[in-house]
């Protein structure tokens, strides 16, 4: 089993910064991948950040580019997103999700956390 537990959420003002935390735990695990998708209030959940770890490659959302930065700490098992000058339109609910190797060939199999509110508001 794995678990993924997040922090780091609340309220900003727009043009500020916050950093979301997830911390990964559970039993032999290797990750194969962690990410941040966010889902507004009436709207799909989308991708707003990835970490391969294979190569240590990365990916963003085109709204977050240059923006928010992914990054991962392996001695901690923790992941974080660090996101710099907040718009409005970032406020959604954050999921921090991770794609665990299940030791059969390739696969993987999806664990998600519970998900952490951001809002940037005056």
């Known amino acids: 089993q794995v678990h993924l537990v997040e922090s780091g959420g609340g309220l900003v003002q727009p043009g500020g910064s916050l950093t979301l935390a997830c911390a990964v735990s559970g039993t032999r695990f290797t990750i194969k991948s962690i990410g941040w998708y966010r889902q507004a209030a009436g709207k799909q959940r989308g991708l707003v950040a990835l970490?391969?770890?294979?190569?240590?490659?990365?990916d963003y959302a085109d709204s977050v580019k240059g923006r928010f930065t992914i990054s991962r700490d392996n001695a901690k098992n923790t992941a974080y997103v660090q996101m710099n000058d907040l718009k409005p339109e970032d406020t959604a609910v954050y999921y921090c999700?991770?794609?665990?190797?299940?030791?059969?060939?390739?696969?993987?199999?999806?664990?998600w956390g519970q998900g952490t509110q951001v809002t940037v508001s005056s």
């Open positions: 970490f391969n770890s294979i190569g240590s490659t990365t």
């Open positions: 999700h991770a794609a665990v190797y299940t030791g059969i060939r390739s696969s993987a199999d999806d664990y």
